[in-house]
């Protein structure tokens, strides 16, 4: 009776060992997970700009290579705005977390075939950022696309035609029928 008891007792330790063993290993899981995540939300939070929705965020440690306010008919027809902030980063500067969840359709619907897609998300709808086809630019438009009060203010006019009939804007910062002349495109990747 002594040798069963002794045996229920080292079988007993063993499958105590071995549940010690398995909750040890569900907790470094856990830290790990939560490790991770948090240097996944460090990593984004330490960018210079950020912004999209819940389910998906763009980001940037790099400043915009091109920041106006656009006078185009485009812009005003999509965004329903008098005129719009945009803002024009290096393609791969702008970086998307969760890309698959985005919905991509033409941003000029008088031109689909144009090289500008609407980025949105597929579960709640939220603009995020037009992408280039071509693979040279993507492009935020800051007060619709997520990004904090604070983003740079724009440092000039484009596309501004005074054929429309909107005053011609005085607040200081130059005004173009088009880009600024010295913008360069980014190559086609």
């Known amino acids: 009776m002594l040798k069963n008891s002794v ?4 079988c007993l330790q063993s499958n105590v060992n071995q549940l010690t063993l398995d909750l040890f290993e ?3 899981r856990i830290i790990r997970f939560a490790s991770n995540h948090s240097e996944a939300r460090r ?3 330490s960018k210079k700009f950020s912004g999209g ?3 998906i965020n763009t980001h940037s440690s790099s400043n915009p290579i091109d920041n106006h306010t656009c006078h185009c008919s485009v812009c005003k027809r999509v965004t329903g705005q008098p005129t719009t902030h945009v803002a024009f980063f290096n393609h791969g500067d702008l970086e998307v977390d969760n890309s698959e969840k985005m919905n991509k359709q033409p941003f000029n619907d008088q031109n689909p075939n144009g090289p500008l897609e609407l980025c949105t998300c597929s579960e ?3 603009p995020l950022m037009l992408d280039d086809k071509l693979g040279r630019i993507r492009v935020i438009v800051p ?3 997520g990004y904090e009060e604070g983003f740079p203010a724009p ?3 484009a596309f501004y035609d005074p054929a429309t009939g909107v005053p011609r804007p005085d607040d200081g910062r130059e005004v173009y029928e088009g880009l600024r002349p010295e913008f ?3 190559p086609e990747k």
């Open 7 to 10: 045996a229920d007792i080292n």
């Open 26 to 28: 569900k907790e470094i």
């Open 43 to 45: 990593n984004i939070m």
């Open 53 to 55: 929705c819940d389910h």
């Open 124 to 126: 709640c709808g939220t």
């Open 143 to 145: 007060n619709i696309m």
């Open 155 to 157: 440092t000039y006019h």
């Open 184 to 186: 360069v495109w980014p």
